[in-house]
Antibody
Framework: QVQLQQSGPGLVKPSQTLSLTCAIS??????????WTWIRQSPSRGLEWLGR?????????DYAVSVKSRLTINPDTSKNQFSLQLISVTPEDTAVYYC?????????????WGQGTLVTVSS | DIVMTQTPLSLSVTPGQPASISCKSS???????????LSWYLQKPGQSPQLLIY???SRFSGVPDRFSGGGSGTDFTLKISRVEAEDVGVYYC?????????FGQGTKLEIK
């Protein structure tokens, strides 16, 4: 059974960096059929795909255009986890952030999700 | 980006009665590998979304068979044959054909 456990602060000041981690159990961040993704949810934008990291003989990353200049997603093979770093945050980045696994064998669907982290951007 | 449009945005159903949700995509979700990358999720109150259906009609592990998905191209449907109290929440469709992945706006299911 795959489990994703999120950690990170729930309050970030404007202009600072939002950092979250997603620890994986039951699978490997280096899986050749999975991609490790960050999604956020807010009342104004609904469910919004932010980006992913995945390993197919080498590491790849993809990011949403809306956050591409500010977002970094990194794998950590030593701890079997992946992280999100979003720089220069504004109140518009306030949302519930989820990590999720996309599995090629399940139609690229997100079959496992983290518990979600409510991140508020406020001074 | 591919736009996903769901209807209705809300529905109220008597337990034991059927329910149906429509999802339309702004372009065909059929890929050259023959698969159609459309999935359905349920977000129960206070929880993370959970996968119900992938590849239009394949039920994910542990999903009751009262849930079924259908459709092709740009038009898709999620059906619940007999709604139960535990089915309350918001249902989302999602396309996984192109990046960025995009979701519908959600359909809220309530029990009468």
């Amino acid at each position: 059974q795959v489990q994703l456990q999120q950690s990170g602060p729930g309050l970030v000041k404007p202009s600072q960096t939002l950092s979250l981690t997603c620890a994986i159990s039951g699978d490997s961040v280096s899986s050749s059929t999975a991609a490790w993704t960050w999604i956020r949810q807010s009342p104004s934008r609904g469910l919004e795909w932010l980006g992913r990291t995945y390993y197919r003989s080498k590491w790849y990353n993809d990011y949403a255009v809306s956050v591409k200049s500010r977002l970094t997603i990194n794998p950590d093979t030593s701890k079997n986890q992946f992280s999100l770093q979003l720089i220069s945050v504004t109140p518009e980045d306030t949302a519930v952030y989820y990590c999720a696994r996309h599995e090629d064998r399940s139609g690229r669907a997100f079959d496992y999700w983290g518990q979600g982290t409510l991140v508020t951007v406020s001074s | 980006d591919i736009v996903m449009t769901q209807t209705p945005l809300s529905l109220s159903v008597t337990p034991g009665q059927p329910a149906s949700i429509s999802c339309k995509s702004s372009q065909s979700l059929l890929y050259s590998d023959g698969k159609t990358y459309l999935s359905w999720y349920l977000q129960k109150p206070g929880q993370s979304p959970q996968l119900l259906i992938y590849d239009v009609s394949s039920r994910f592990s542990g999903v009751p068979d009262r849930f079924s998905g259908g459709g092709s191209g740009t038009d898709f449907t999620l059906k619940i044959s007999r709604v139960e109290a535990e089915d309350v929440g918001v249902y989302y469709c999602m396309q996984a054909l192109h990046l960025p992945r995009t979701f519908g706006q959600g359909t809220k299911l309530e029990i009468k």
